[in-house]
């Protein structure tokens, strides 16, 4: 079913609705005690699991957008990946905030002790980068360099979920079912995959 213009208005709505009241439930869980006897690693994963979902929910833009025939779905993408930085910020926020107490000198000490923390770290600077030219006019201005840049989503698609599973101390199906869920999603993408290998092979 192809979405009118206005569908696509209260659509939009709906999932800043959907992407900010988890933040309202945290604040009141917190406020309210409801977490475990180790309230900042809780809070810590909520906050990881909401960027994770959402990582997701931003590549699951484009099949839904191809296979409902529907391609103006696509202009869902950013408001989703935007969410994405945001929780991640969040994410990274409660971490230095619970973990290191804001003492950066412990960074290194944790990045040695916990190694899985670099891949957290790197999948949001590449978060970074994407929210920071994720406009048109950064989009007219990089040129083809944009679409280069911005397919980095698929590596960032790819750490996030090992981070996740390494960073749990007992292994449980939540952050398999997040990597199963990523490779399903990029193997809907394995054609493309496969013009880009042609393509370079075809160009050394």
């Not at 990881?48 to 699951?60: E, N, Y």
């Not at 199906?173 to 193997?187: N, T």
């Amino acid at each position: 079913m192809r979405l009118s213009p206005n569908q696509l208005k209260w659509l939009k709505v709906t999932l800043h609705l959907l992407c900010f009241l988890p933040f309202i439930w945290l604040v009141f869980s917190v406020s309210q005690g409801q977490f475990s006897a180790d309230p900042a690693k809780d809070i810590q994963h909520f906050t990881g699991r909401m960027a994770l979902k959402l990582l997701l929910a931003t590549l699951l833009v484009s099949p839904l957008a191809l296979y409902s025939h529907s391609p103006i779905l696509v202009r869902c993408r950013r408001l989703l990946g935007l969410w994405c930085f945001a929780w991640a910020t969040l994410h990274l926020a409660c971490y230095t905030a619970l973990e290191l107490g804001l003492d950066f000198s412990l960074l290194g000490k944790e990045l040695i002790s916990r190694p899985y923390l670099m891949l957290g770290i790197a999948s949001w600077v590449l978060l970074l980068a994407l929210a920071l030219t994720s406009t048109r006019r950064a989009q007219s201005r990089m040129g083809a360099n944009w679409q280069k840049l911005h397919n980095m989503v698929y590596l960032i698609v790819i750490l996030a979920p090992i981070h996740y599973i390494w960073s749990v101390k007992t292994l449980s199906p939540q952050p398999l079912i997040y990597a199963f869920l990523a490779i399903v999603l990029l193997l809907l993408r394995q054609k493309k995959f496969r013009k880009w290998f042609v393509r370079d092979t075809a160009n050394p």
